[in-house]
T-cell receptor, first 117, second 108 residues
């Protein structure tokens, strides 16, 4: 198993363009998380999936952001009409949740660094 | 106000020094991750703990549930330990709330 992978690793786009990022979690991990990290700050939660169901979205996730995990495996995060404030590192993590109680270690991908010009 | 607060924000040490990074958290957080992030962005999980103490090599993590405080210690620090160290709290929904990170530089 190669861990969590994300593509692309870097994306430079012009303001107003749409971008899409992909995350491939560790096989058999049923939970997938998206986070955003701006320069010099800790990551912030955006949304997460349990299998294909999107269970929670942060208020940071404006209407321009949409995430999907159609078959409960890989996930995509799309940003429409990008703004300069969207420039950040977008991190994906996955975990295997076998019971609702307890705490499950999250494994992080390398991130996609987005620069909006 | 962030539910997870770290200190210090920046730390410079000489090789060999003992290093401590602190993390305080609020009600509703019952377990903590300690994470390491190198330049370029990749995040590695170091520890996840909800009580007591864990040790891995030169790294030691402790947590005091009553005081809602955790510490990460690095013994015999080395320049390769230079990174950003982040503590993140698990809430009841098993989601993480992150501290702002501590940028550590260990000089030879």
């Amino acid at each position: 198993d190669t861990g969590v992978s994300q593509n692309p690793r870097h994306k430079i786009t012009k303001r107003g363009q749409n971008v899409t990022f992909r995350c491939d979690p560790i096989s058999e991990h049923n939970r997938l998380y998206w986070y955003r990290q701006t320069l010099g700050q800790g990551p912030e939660f955006l949304t997460y999936f349990q299998n294909e169901a999107q269970l929670e979205k942060s208020r940071l996730l404006s209407d321009r952001f949409s995430a999907e995990r159609p078959k409960g495996s890989f996930s995509t995060l799309e940003i429409q009409r990008t703004e300069q404030g969207d420039s950040a590192m977008y991190l994906c993590a996955s975990s295997l949740v076998v019971k609702t109680s307890g705490y499950n270690e999250q494994f992080f991908g390398p991130g996609t660094r987005l620069t909006v010009l | 106000k962030n539910e997870v607060e770290q200190s210090p924000q920046n730390l410079t040490a000489q090789e060999g020094e003992f290093i401590t990074i602190n993390c305080s958290y609020s009600v509703g957080i019952s377990a903590l991750h300690w994470l390491q992030q190198h330049p370029g962005g990749g995040i590695v999980s170091l520890f996840m703990l909800s009580s007591g103490k864990k040790k891995h090599g030169r790294l030691i993590a402790t947590i005091n549930i009553q005081e809602k405080h955790s510490s990460l210690h690095i013994t015999a620090s080395h320049p390769r330990d230079s990174a950003v160290y982040i503590c993140a709290g698990h809430n009841a929904g098993n989601m993480l709330t992150f501290g702002g990170g501590t940028r550590l530089m260990v000089k030879p």
